[in-house]
């Protein structure tokens, strides 16, 4: 596959809704993530590497001894009608178990968590509707070849979360602070053997 590559991170719901940090890590992974690659040049070839991974999983399952408090399960599925396999790891130093998900469609090749294989195998409304991605994407340098971009708002929990040795005060001033950028955005192309890059902050209305 050829096609382009994006990569997305994101606070789980869980976490978001977590009153402590212990509790935003005590029951799940606290991050959604994905990578996905346009399959659109080559479909058969993301298929392919779906049941590449898949094999690779399954024996790996098989080489885990059975005393070592470690299990890795592996499943068929179908996402928005497209097949997928996820692998859920299960470890006993692990306050949580780990899943993941592999699939692919006509369009696109995704692995990360499930909340990442369904939005990119049963896609929905995307950042293409989000007002603030619009918004920097009109600052984004002409014929961009990389682009890295920082939504303010989701972070708020993160920095909302009283944590060791701090005050609810200092945790408060940190919302403030990232409360004020709607978005952040990073672009970069390149021009006759030169690289120009462009960073963008841009505040809340």
């Given at each position: 596959?050829?096609?382009?590559?994006?990569?997305?991170?994101?606070?789980?719901?869980?976490?978001?809704?977590?009153?402590?940090?212990?509790?935003?890590?005590?029951?799940?992974?606290?991050l959604?993530?994905?990578?996905?690659?346009?399959?659109?040049?080559?479909?058969d070839?993301?298929?392919?590497?779906v049941?590449?991974?898949?094999?690779?999983?399954?024996?790996?399952?098989?080489?885990?001894?059975?005393?070592?408090?470690?299990?890795?399960?592996?499943?068929?599925e179908?996402?928005?009608?497209?097949?997928?396999?996820?692998?859920?790891?299960?470890?006993?130093?692990?306050?949580?178990?780990?899943?993941?998900?592999?699939?692919?469609?006509?369009?696109?090749?995704?692995?990360?968590?499930?909340?990442?294989?369904?939005?990119a195998l049963?896609?929905?409304?995307?950042?293409?509707?989000?007002p603030?991605?619009?918004?920097?994407?009109?600052?984004a340098?002409?014929?961009?070849?990389?682009?890295?971009?920082?939504?303010?708002?989701?972070?708020?929990?993160?920095?909302?979360?009283?944590?060791v040795?701090?005050?609810a005060?200092?945790?408060?001033?940190l919302?403030?602070?990232?409360?004020?950028?709607?978005?952040?955005?990073?672009?970069?192309?390149?021009?006759?053997?030169?690289?120009?890059?462009?960073?963008?902050?841009?505040?809340?209305?």
């Amino acid at each position: 596959m050829t096609g382009d590559l994006a990569i997305w991170v994101g606070l789980t719901p869980t976490f978001a809704e977590a009153t402590s940090l212990f509790a935003a890590l005590a029951s799940e992974l606290p991050l959604d993530f994905g990578i996905l690659i346009d399959a659109r040049a080559n479909p058969d070839q993301a298929a392919a590497l779906v049941e590449g991974v898949k094999s690779a999983l399954t024996f790996a399952a098989r080489q885990v001894p059975a005393d070592s408090g470690t299990t890795i399960t592996t499943a068929d599925e179908t996402i928005g009608g497209n097949a997928a396999v996820s692998a859920t790891i299960v470890d006993r130093s692990l306050p949580f178990p780990i899943e993941l998900v592999v699939g692919a469609s006509a369009d696109v090749f995704v692995i990360g968590t499930r909340a990442a294989a369904e939005a990119a195998l049963n896609p929905g409304a995307g950042m293409d509707a989000d007002p603030a991605f619009k918004e920097a994407l009109r600052y984004a340098l002409p014929d961009t070849l990389q682009l890295q971009y920082l939504a303010g708002a989701p972070l708020a929990p993160l920095f909302g979360l009283p944590l060791v040795g701090s005050n609810a005060s200092d945790a408060q001033v940190l919302v403030d602070i990232i409360s004020l950028l709607s978005s952040s955005s990073i672009s970069s192309t390149t021009t006759n053997g030169l690289t120009y890059t462009r960073l963008v902050l841009t505040l809340a209305a």
